[in-house]
C-alpha cells in the first residue's frame, strides 16, 4: 500500500514563513506527479501545487511569487515552501501524488496565520 504523509505545519504570524514537506512511501514504481491541495474554513479543498517527474512547476494565482514547490526524486519527497503569509492562507494542507497511474492523499496538515 501506498502512503503519503505531510508534516511542517503551525502557527505562524503574518508576513511569515513555513515549509511544508511530503513523503511518499510503500511500493511503486515512480511519482508522475506531486500536488499540494488546502482547505480553509467553509471553504472547498482547492488546489494550491503541481511539481512533475522532471520539475516542471505550477502554481495557483493566488500563490503565485510567495509558494515555491520542489521536489526530491531519489527520496519520493516533495516541498511547499512558503512565505509572506497572510490570513487567508490558514488552511488544511494536503499531498496528492499520481503513482503508477493512481491517486494517494496524505492525511493533511494544519497551517494557522495568525496575529
Known amino acids: 500500500q501506498v502512503q503519503v504523509a505531510e508534516s511542517g505545519g503551525g502557527l505562524v504570524q503574518p508576513g511569515g514563513s513555513l515549509r511544508l514537506s511530503c513523503v511518499a512511501s510503500?511500493?511503486?514504481?515512480?511519482?508522475?506527479?506531486m500536488n499540494w491541495f488546502r482547505q480553509g474554513p467553509g471553504k472547498e479543498r482547492e488546489w494550491v501545487a503541481t511539481?512533475?517527474?522532471?520539475?516542471?512547476?505550477a502554481l495557483a494565482d493566488s500563490v503565485k511569487g510567495r509558494f515555491t514547490i520542489t521536489r526530491h526524486n531519489a527520496e519520493n519527497m516533495a516541498w511547499l515552501q512558503m512565505s509572506s503569509l497572510s490570513p487567508e492562507d490558514t488552511a488544511v494542507y494536503y499531498c496528492?501524488?499520481?503513482?503508477?497511474?493512481?491517486?494517494?492523499w496524505g492525511q493533511g496538515t494544519q497551517v494557522t496565520v495568525s496575529s
Open positions: 496528492r501524488i499520481r503513482a503508477d497511474k493512481y491517486y494517494y
Open positions: 510503500g511500493t511503486m514504481f515512480s511519482i508522475e506527479t
Open positions: 511539481i512533475t517527474s522532471d520539475g516542471q512547476a
